[in-house]
């Protein structure tokens, strides 16, 4: 897979192949007041078009800096591209970062514009803003009573300036910076990782070649978007066509889960150890006879050998158990769950065993922010998955 329309592989083309091949009514969806937010493709490509417009028009040049401090939302994605139309750079940082840290990545990268998701980051940054070398413009996602609201950028598009953003855009490279993402390092200040297109999007044609989803399927987001595992997979989601739908807070993953009844899902390993204790506690308190079942397919998912090897009769009773007891784990992700991919830390064996002899697909893959991030993974064909490995 590539992106073929100009054969010059800029993240911002991910949303123009979509539309040429598999366009959707839900591409990138989230909640807000309790209510489903659904934006089409084509709805997508507007909105991002007149945030580049938008910026142009404030004066945004290329090679300025952006940053973006919030949740998973529509907005970010929305910010993020329109921002890479226009060759802007983008600093992602974490909601919850110090503001001295803020002040001196404020400083260092040179940022110009600040996105926030609420007022209280608002407030952060602003404290923030009395410190730093040159004060940033600050947008909010949210209404904030007295605060420039991130549509005053769409409100600016204009026209007019669709050829100059034509140009901009035909003028971008894959060997053009994309994001500066700041790292905590070992010692001292943030070390801030400079990353291309050709950097993100050779993971992303990567992905394509292993991952087992497609565009006919529903995806969840929760790991933070400011890191490159997720931010990489939502422009894959996006190429591929799936629908993206963006969970800001991780208390409600478990709401997500059944609402969206998602077929994929990166995820880190103590996500997936809370899902396993729920399990547990559960199985505990079980009645009887119940609970004996319990046990028993537990007790042959620890034994499960994922290249095959495990013989006729195991995979008879393998099967029993997986109709008895684990078809319940799969309905507690949302019963439609076909992969998961675990990053960031190592998943202990025994949770990557019993998951995958239950029906829930999980490999592991590691990688760095230096490296877009994917450096190797298992994979989810037969006989691809090592536990305890990362392929």
Request: with cysteine.
């Amino acid at each position: 897979m590539s992106f073929p329309d100009n054969g010059k592989n800029r993240l911002f083309d991910s949303l123009p192949y979509q539309k040429k091949s598999y366009p959707r009514e839900d591409a990138l969806c989230d909640k807000a007041g309790g209510e489903w937010r659904k934006y089409s493709t084509n709805m997508c490509m507007e909105i991002v078009n007149n945030v580049s417009l938008g910026l142009l028009k404030m004066g945004c040049r290329k090679d300025e800096k952006i940053a973006i401090i919030s949740g998973n939302r529509t907005e970010w994605n929305f910010i993020d591209i329109g921002a890479l139309q226009i060759g802007v750079i983008i600093v992602p940082l974490y909601p919850n970062m110090s503001e001295d840290n803020y002040e001196f990545i404020f400083n260092d990268a040179g940022v110009k514009l600040v996105f926030v998701a609420d007022k209280e980051l608002l407030d952060k940054v602003k404290r923030v803003n009395t410190k730093v070398d040159k004060p940033v413009e600050v947008f909010t996602f949210d209404k904030v009573d007295g605060a420039k609201h991130w549509s005053e950028v769409t409100d600016m598009a204009d026209d007019s300036l669709q050829g100059k953003l034509d140009d901009i855009k035909n003028s971008i490279t894959d060997d053009n910076l994309v994001t500066i993402i700041y790292t905590s390092g070992t010692t001292g200040t943030p070390k801030g990782v400079m990353l291309t297109h050709k950097n993100i999007v050779s993971n992303v044609i990567s992905l394509n070649e292993f991952l087992p989803i497609c565009s006919n399927h529903r995806v969840i987001s929760f790991l933070p978007l400011c890191h490159i595992f997720e931010r990489t997979a939502s422009y894959y989601y996006m190429t591929n066509g799936s629908a993206v739908h963006y969970v800001e807070s991780t208390d409600k993953i478990g709401e997500y889960l059944q609402e969206v009844k998602p077929n994929f899902f990166t995820t880190v390993p103590r996500v997936l150890e809370k899902v396993y204790d729920k399990i547990m506690a559960k199985g505990r308190k079980l009645p009887g006879a119940k609970k004996a079942i319990f046990g028993w397919a537990l007790n042959l998912a620890n034994h499960f050998h994922p290249q095959g090897k495990n013989g006729f009769l195991y995979n008879i009773q393998l099967g029993v158990a997986r109709k008895l007891v684990f078809s319940k784990w799969k309905e507690a992700l949302g019963g439609e769950v076909i992969g998961i991919m675990s990053g960031a830390a190592s998943l202990q064996p025994r949770l990557g065993r019993i998951f995958n002899a239950a029906g829930i697909p999980i490999i592991e893959a590691y990688g760095l922010t230096e490296t877009s991030p994917g450096i190797t993974s298992n994979r989810y064909e037969k006989g691809g998955y090592y536990i305890g490995t990362v392929g």
